[in-house]
Structure formats: structure tokens, C-alpha cells
């Protein structure tokens, strides 16, 4: 990921959004959208270089990978959940983005289940001990 590239283009789109914005609004959202759908792309190349990389790392030190891979994919709802509702909003609808928001935390507890279900397991074997 080249964080350059992707600050010049995010930085130049909102400059062109700004500016044309007062004649047609409908175009600078879609100018800013399209940016934000280039950064994505960018961030997901370098999403996947992490994942390989920690796979490596914690897969060479005997740790188990499960817990890790949750939390990268809590990671991800909270990554992808914060650049749609962020976009929405930019585009005026503040329900939109509240219901992104709310479809991510609903997300990330779905996620969370089965972590807790173990977590409570444990728990109630050392008690009965």
C-alpha cells in the first residue's frame, strides 16, 4: 500500500468535491465516494500483507492463530463499518450512517458469541473445582 498515492488522490478529490460542490452536488459526492472505494482497495492490499505476515509470525511461535483472526475480523467490521457510515453521513443521510453503525456493533457482538461462550465455560470449570 502506498500511503502517498492515497493521500494525493483522497487530498485531490476533496480540493474537486469542494469546488464543485456549490454547482453539483450530486457529482462531488461521487467524487469523494470514488476515492474512498480507491482507499479501501488500497488498504485491503495491505490488509492481506498483514494477515500473511502475522499468520507467519504467530504460526512460528506456537501460538494459537483463532483468537487473533477474531480480532483482525473485528478489526475489519470496525474498518469497513466506520468508512460507510462516515460516507453516508458526508452524503447527508445521518440515519444511514447510524444504521451502519449499529449493523457493525450488532456485527462485532455476533462475532464475540462464541469467544464468550468459551470465556464463561472456563470460568464455571474453575469454579467447580
Same mark, same amino acid.
Given at each position: ?5 492515497? &493521500? @494525493?488522490?483522497?487530498?485531490?478529490? *476533496?480540493v ?8 453539483n ?6 467524487? &469523494?465516494? &470514488?476515492?474512498?472505494?480507491? &482507499? ?10 498483514? %494477515?500473511? !505476515?502475522?499468520? !507467519?509470525?504467530?504460526?512460528?511461535? !506456537?501460538? *494459537?492463530?483463532?483468537?487473533?483472526? $477474531? *480480532? %483482525? ?6 474498518? /469497513?463499518?466506520?468508512?460507510?457510515? =462516515? =460516507? ?7 440515519? /444511514? !450512517? @447510524? *444504521?451502519?453503525? $449499529? ?5 462485532? =457482538?455476533? $462475532?464475540?458469541?462464541? /469467544?464468550?461462550?468459551?470465556f ?6 474453575? $469454579?467447580?473445582?
Amino acid at each position: 500500500m502506498d500511503i502517498v498515492k492515497v &493521500s @494525493a488522490v483522497c487530498l485531490i478529490a *476533496a480540493v474537486l468535491a469542494k469546488v464543485i460542490q456549490p454547482t453539483n452536488r450530486d457529482l462531488a459526492a461521487l467524487l &469523494s465516494i &470514488s476515492a474512498v472505494i480507491f &482507499s479501501a482497495f488500497a488498504a485491503i492490499d495491505g490488509i492481506t500483507e498483514v %494477515f500473511s !505476515g502475522s499468520d !507467519g509470525i504467530l504460526g512460528g511461535a !506456537g501460538v *494459537a492463530t483463532g483468537y487473533v483472526r $477474531l *480480532a %483482525f475480523k473485528a478489526l475489519g467490521i470496525c474498518y /469497513l463499518t466506520e468508512l460507510c457510515a =462516515s =460516507s453516508c453521513r458526508d452524503c447527508g443521510e445521518t440515519a /444511514l !450512517g @447510524a *444504521a451502519v453503525d $449499529l449493523s457493525g456493533r450488532v456485527a462485532i =457482538s455476533l $462475532l464475540m458469541l462464541p /469467544l464468550i461462550r468459551q470465556f464463561i465455560e472456563i470460568i464455571r470449570t474453575v $469454579l467447580e473445582r
